[in-house]
C-alpha cells in the first residue's frame, strides 16, 4: 500500500447484469463476490474478482442502471487488463464463452511480452496478458 491507498475496485456500467456476470465468471473465471440491489435508486451492483477486498484484491464493480442497456464507452475509456499464466487456453476460454478476441495472442509491437484483446458483451477491452509461473510465483 503506497500512501494509505489501495485499488479497491473499478466500476463498468452494463447493459445486462446476468450478461455480464456470466461472461466476467465463465470467460475470466472471475467469482461474484457480492450484490446488492438498490431498487430507490433504481440500480443493481454486482462486485467480482479473484478475490475481495478484504484480502486486499482489487475487484471489478458492475452496475446495472434500470432501464439503460446500452452506453457509450467514450474515448477515455482504455481497457482492463488481466495477467494469466497460458494466453492460448485464456482466449480460447473466452471464445468458447461467446466472447469476443479482438486481438489474438502474440507478442507486443516491439517487445516479448505476449498479449491478445477481448470484449466483454458490452464491447469493453481487456487486455490478457501472459505471465508464466515460476518457482517465486507469478512472473512481475
Known amino acids: 500500500m503506497s500512501q494509505g491507498f489501495s485499488l479497491l475496485h473499478t ?3 452494463v ?13 475470466l473465471g472471475m467469482r461474484e463476490l457480492r450484490r446488492r440491489d438498490v431498487p430507490d435508486g433504481k440500480y443493481t451492483l454486482a ?18 442502471n434500470y432501464g439503460v442497456d446500452h452506453y457509450d464507452l467514450g474515448g477515455a475509456y482504455g ?7 497460458d494466453i492460448h487456453a485464456a482466449a480460447e ?17 516491439f517487445g516479448t511480452t505476449v498479449i491478445a484483446f477481448v470484449e466483454d458483451p458490452d464491447g469493453y477491452k481487456i487486455e490478457l496478458i501472459e505471465r508464466k509461473p515460476n518457482a517465486g510465483g507469478v512472473q512481475p
Open 93 to 109: 476460454k473466452v471464445r468458447a464463452a461467446g466472447g469476443k478476441v479482438t486481438r489474438e495472442p502474440g507478442p507486443v509491437k
Open 15 to 27: 447493459g445486462d447484469l446476468d450478461r455480464s456476470v456470466e461472461f466476467y465468471t465463465q470467460a
Open 11 to 13: 466500476m463498468l456500467r
Open 47 to 64: 462486485f467480482l474478482g479473484y478475490g475481495d477486498n478484504s484480502t486486499g484484491a482489487a475487484e471489478l464493480e458492475l452496475t446495472y
Open 79 to 85: 481497457h482492463i487488463a488481466l495477467g494469466v499464466p
